[in-house]
């Protein structure tokens, strides 16, 4: 089976510019979260979906962010304008309730806003 | 507020030895689950184990064996017989679901395991 697919893996981008990133979680998974990881913050939760309907979004930094779910097979995550700070690999993970909490990861998207 | 605590940033061991990754957690709920995964020099996060609040019964896999303890909150991590294979960033997280459903986990900083040939 397919795990969380996200595109692109890598992305350079000038500050100002528009960012989007996505994510395609496994398929029948209800839940989906968005990730970021730095060396200074770590690993912390920017928002999550449950059944495409976002559920916690006080992890997104400020207004720049903004996070849709289309459809359950179907995420992205857009950063307008992006900053140098915003550089982070920004990780996608899904999981199905059945099974209680078990986020798998996808393979992150690392951002580099110079 | 929940909270995940990894005290040992960075371990270094020589092949074959044992080694152990502490976790120390702070929650108000009683029901909680605890993972470990792990982050080899790839990059991508693998899980390893959850544990919930209600099931204290340590776990062993191969070579990995996980501690749990409620009067501590503490759920360690133990790899035996080490091999270089498992050098990466070992994470500890915690999730607070509320009326059966997901929410989003809650990392420790990581600790960076060495494996030394």
């Known amino acids: 089976d397919a795990g969380v697919i996200q595109s692109p893996r890598h992305e350079v981008t000038e500050m100002g510019q528009e960012v989007t990133l996505r994510c395609k979680p496994i398929?029948?998974?209800?839940?989906l979260f968005w990730y970021r990881q730095t060396m200074m913050r770590g690993l912390e939760l920017l928002i999550y979906f449950n059944n495409n309907v976002p559920i916690d979004d006080s992890g997104m930094p400020e207004d720049r962010f903004s996070a849709k779910m289309p459809n359950a097979s179907f995420s992205t995550l857009k950063i307008q304008p992006s900053e140098p700070r915003d550089s982070a690999v920004y990780f996608c993970?899904?999981?199905?309730?059945?099974?209680?909490?078990?986020?798998?990861f996808g393979p992150g998207t690392r951002l580099t806003v110079l | 507020a929940q909270k995940v605590t990894q005290a040992q940033t960075e371990i270094s061991v020589v092949e074959k030895e044992d080694v152990t990754l502490d976790c120390v957690y702070e929650t108000r709920d009683t029901t909680y689950y605890l993972f470990w995964y792990k982050q080899p020099p790839s990059g991508e996060l693998v899980f390893l184990i959850r544990r919930n609040s209600f099931d204290e019964q340590n776990e062993i896999s191969g070579r990995y064996s996980w501690n749990f303890q409620k009067s501590t909150s503490s759920f360690n991590f133990t790899i035996t017989a080490s091999q270089v294979v498992d050098s990466a960033v070992y994470f500890c997280a915690l999730s607070e679901p509320a009326g059966g459903g997901a929410d989003g986990l809650t990392f420790g900083k990581g600790t960076h395991l060495i494996i030394q040939p």
């Open positions: 993970a899904s999981t199905w309730t059945g099974i209680t909490d078990t986020q798998y």
């Open positions: 398929s029948g998974h209800d839940y």
